[in-house]
């Protein structure tokens, strides 16, 4: 097995870029426990534009666990393998998707809820999520630090959320081991509305096959995975299925607002309070009122400044330095604009801040530091694995998915796996017809405008018992939480009773918000807040079946 390419991330189109989590040669495998099943799998799985597979079977590797959260026992049995969508007009089979689920042993389809996982990218597997977040296992970093070389170590994870809700990782078309079907090809579901489709294929095929769809369902997407969210659930709310929740982790909504400096610059003063420069004193001990403060700067003097310049104001350049921790002379030079980019693709304020001690901050998590001096500060940064965020869990990712997939999981292939598609995001169709009928995704000249949050907006309004959890770390800089938050609050839902239905938190993270163990924790005390509120709304719930039973399941 190969190690596959790494995907790009440009400031203009944030690329969920992480690690290169691919497979290599398995060690011996483990004993197996009674009950499970190995599986090789023998199909070469191509991550090109035009490969596809012939094989429609589908086949599974199936193990069984336990592991204890919250002072419970749970017993658990792991899928890692295939099913096949069909094109819904001939139902004849379009691709084969792989995934892995986790399923709670012995409970019932109608008290126990599932949860859809995946990445971003466009073009990203979901075994970042999977082997970070919230699975029975998970892998341990030392974030914000470089996590040293092998051997490195998974542990259970007492975040999990199996307490809550079995767990499916879906792995879109071109990633992974999942691929078209001929004589359709790989290219036929790179897009915003092909994606949103082949997921929403998956997801009624994984409730088919297993007797699931009178259960409380969710979605959890990352990054981009956030804007397919947003399509998604509309897609799937018009197939009669309604979701009962939804988490929208590192948000980009509108693609028109990537690199705003105004929804950029609390995240720049979070990096600069983290690292000791502010110019405030004496500084701040409460990181949330600090952004807050921040915040109300941005959209007021900020963005006066902005609109202004060349003409300047003196005290609010001088308020600006001291929020974010760079001399007067150079931000003038930036036209007061913190969230530019040198033509090298090279962020100027996380390249600058620590210029004087030959570091350059991480754009998934600005904690985060590299060494960006001599050859290193000229490495490509438009490569995701040269971010120092993702140089810093690299090794221990790849290493680790090789160790779960292969001895745990009990799946081998002699495909390479691909964690992330680079050609998957080349090639994507940014292009979307929103729920008015409308083209959504390309100006006049062609510019990728993606916009979701209206997809969003909609599903609340038609599902007024969804409950919708944002999440955002302090520190990413590549979807910066502040300018979410300018997002949801634009956003076309006017109905006050249904906007209570959304929430916001903000934890001392970056992107990966899991990768930080604090903030993981965190995370899972509000995801469990909200299943429990869904799963507890009987009336909801009954609402949400009846809407569903108006539809014929396939």
């Known amino acids: 097995m190969t190690n596959t390419e790494s995907a790009s991330a440009s400031p203009q189109s944030p690329h969920n870029a992480h690690t290169s989590a691919t497979a290599g040669t398995a060690a011996p495998a483990a004993a197996h426990k009674a009950g499970d099943q190995p599986f090789f799998d023998p199909v070469a799985y191509g991550n090109g534009p035009d490969d596809s597979v012939t094989e429609i079977a589908e086949t599974a590797a199936i193990t069984h666990h336990s592991v204890t959260i919250g002072g419970h026992k749970i017993n658990y049995t792991a899928t890692a393998g295939h099913l096949v969508i069909v094109d819904p007009s001939s139902s004849q089979p379009a691709a084969r998707m792989f995934y892995v689920a986790f399923t709670q042993d012995n409970q019932k389809e109608e008290t126990r809820p599932v949860t859809f996982f995946y990445n971003g990218g466009p073009g990203s597997s979901s075994v970042f999520v999977l082997l ?72 009624k095929r994984f409730l088919t096959r297993n007797n699931r769809w009178n259960s409380p369902k969710y979605l959890f997407g990352e990054s981009y995975g956030t804007a397919r969210s947003c399509v998604l659930a509309y897609r799937l709310h018009e197939d009669g299925v309604d979701l009962n929740g939804i988490t929208l982790q590192s948000s980009i909504l509108d693609y028109t607002q990537s690199g705003n400096p105004v929804g950029t610059l609390p995240t720049a003063a979070a990096d600069a309070w983290y690292h000791k420069k502010l110019g405030v004193a004496p500084r701040p001990t409460d990181l949330g009122v600090f952004a807050e403060e921040v915040a109300q700067f941005a959209r007021t003097d900020y963005l006066a400044a902005l609109r202004k310049f060349p003409t300047t104001d003196s005290a609010t350049v001088e308020k600006l330095g001291e ?33 004087p001690q030959g570091l350059a901050l991480g754009e998934y998590d600005g904690r985060v530091t590299a060494i960006d001096t001599g050859i290193a500060g000229k490495i490509d940064p438009n490569s995701g694995g040269n971010d120092p965020t993702m140089t810093a869990v690299t090794g221990v990712y790849t290493t680790m998915w090789n160790v779960y997939l292969n001895e745990q999981l009990k799946y081998t292939s002699n495909s390479s796996f691909t964690d ?116 507890s709304n009987t009336q909801a719930l009954g609402r949400i079946r009846a809407l569903q039973a108006r539809v014929v399941k396939s």
Do not use: C
């Open 420 to 535: 992330l598609n680079d050609q998957a995001f080349k090639y994507w169709d940014f292009s979307h017809i929103d729920p008015t009928g409308a083209q959504k995704g390309l100006d006049a000249k062609g510019n990728i405008i993606l916009y979701t949050a209206g997809d969003l907006a909609a599903v609340m309004a038609l599902n007024p018992d969804l409950k919708v959890l944002s999440a955002n770390g302090f520190f990413d800089f590549v979807t910066p939480f502040y300018q979410t938050v300018l997002d949801l609050q634009q956003m076309p839902l006017l109905s006050q009773q249904v906007r209570q239905n959304l929430s916001a938190r903000f934890y001392p993270s970056g992107h990966m918000i899991y990768l930080d163990g604090g903030s993981r924790t965190a995370l899972k005390a509000d995801l469990a807040q909200m299943y429990d509120a869904t799963v």
């Open 323 to 355: 929020y974010t921790g760079i001399g007067k002379t150079t931000l003038l030079a930036w036209s007061l604009d913190i969230a530019a980019y040198d033509s090298r693709g090279n962020s100027l304020f996380l390249t600058t801040l620590l210029k």
């Open 132 to 203: 970070g977040s919230f699975a029975p296992r998970r892998i341990k970093t030392s974030m914000p630090s470089f996590t040293p070389p092998a051997p490195y170590a998974m542990e259970d994870n007492p975040d999990s959320l199996l307490d809550k809700s079995d767990l499916v990782f879906i792995n879109p078309v071109g990633t992974g081991y999942s691929a078209a079907i001929a004589p359709k090809k790989n290219r036929d579901f790179w897009g915003v509305d092909q994606d949103a489709d082949s997921i929403k294929q998956f997801i």
